[in-house]
């Protein structure tokens, strides 16, 4: 399923209409219908409701909702927004058949909204195409919605809240439930914005697929779905080799767990072998967390890696692939590794934590990468790297992802809720596992690990980031569901992948 702005879904909208000959007015009854038909479901017929209709189409679909809603005996008084005498545009049609089904409706009267006695408002007042702050009458309608006991239900985006990367102004609906017409939003996907859609269903409103894909950029979610119709195969007559040889770089005396952790997850998402590149003098604390992965002692200087990383120390020819950074730190013997990996390892690399810290100087060399690089950068990281702040990151999440990723022919995993997969050609996938769990330190090398072992043993990229991205999560909420989010600690997660995995398989 699309991630759309409000801009492509116009651009939907219109090759629907425009190329395929699609009637609005068809589309309107769809998408009114489909919400209705998932507001009965949620909420009680005996309900006293109120559905308020703005101009437009989210006033259109307003006007089938509350006909279907009647039609069915829900007791529904529908406040319309702008006056009689004002123009409607394309929800014409269905306000004058809403009117000849013999339906009535009022101006918008606040006094009469509080004091209805309702216990459902249907905000359908404004759709996607709105920015900036609310003016009258809306303004005051949002305002009545937040500060009222009423349960409120959004149609498509709560009015108010962009659809895109814009800012969410001063006064918007916060709905506690929205349903949301073809496809989710990008603002569903950010936050604070996130926040006003409550909980989120989506409805299928008989949009052509050709439509879809006529837009210009193409963003999906990746889920359960999509994860088990990707996971690698594991064949009956496999032997270690046919698994993968992975090479991990990383650690310093003092985080000497960070490798141990990616080193077990890499092993536990399925990876055939394994060595372990680290300073010396961690080896035997390492080793003693992970006695399956083989070791490779690394020249140090006061308890890091050292500048010395030459063929001998590092061989990379036995390895089908690598990754580097988890616990290194930022001495200039991180630089020097993966700057080395940069320039010489001819397959897939992995570069996380400390390995991202020095990329800023390292971007020539980036570009003229000719295997695929993964950079899993979290907020902070992103912002150095895109030599920009860290709410820059957060209020552009898509756009930057996507165009850093473009620039610097790299795969970009842009972590946080949602995390944002996006490839070098600039398709972006949204992942849609994972809780509050993963807020603690340790996780990202967590996540090293597991995307080392799917690159291993996945010929497609894209879909070993996307997997490995939405294991991590499913880590997370497998483990809420057994204890508080707040007392996990992170060796907790991996106890849960094969837990995770015989989920999967279960249900596939």
Known sequence: MQVVSGEEMKQIDKYAMKELGMQEEMLMENAGRAAALKIMERYDDSWKTAVLIGKGNNGGDGFVIARTLKDKGWDVTVFVMPLKDQDYGAADYHKLFYE??????????????????????IDSMLGTGVTGELRSPYLEAAKLLNEGKAEVASVDIPSGVPSGEELVPETAVRADYTVTLHAPKQSAMLFPARSYYG?????DIGMPARASWEIDTKCMLWGE?????????RKENAHKGSNGKGLLAGGSYSMPGAPALAAEACLRTGAGLLTTALPASILPITAGHVPETTFLALPEKNGAISEDIYGATLPLEPFDAAAAGPGAGREAGTKALTKRLIKEADMPLILDADALYHLPELKQDIKNRK??????????EMAKLAEVSAAEVNKHRFSLSRSFAKEMNCYLILKGPHTIITTPEGFQYVNLSGNEALARGGTGDILTGILLGFVLQSSNVQEACCNAVYIHGRLADSLKEQQSSRSAVTSDFIRQLPLVFQSLLASS
């Open 100 to 121: 000849r089904c013999g339906y009535s409706y009022h101006p918008w009267d606040e006094h009469q909204l509080i004091h209805g006695g309702f216990e459902l408002i």
């Open 199 to 203: 909980d989120i269903d989506i409805v």
């Open 225 to 233: 779905k999509e994860c088990r119709e990707s996971l690698p195969e």
């Open 371 to 380: 295997y695929p690089l993964i950079l899993t950068p979290h907020p902070g």
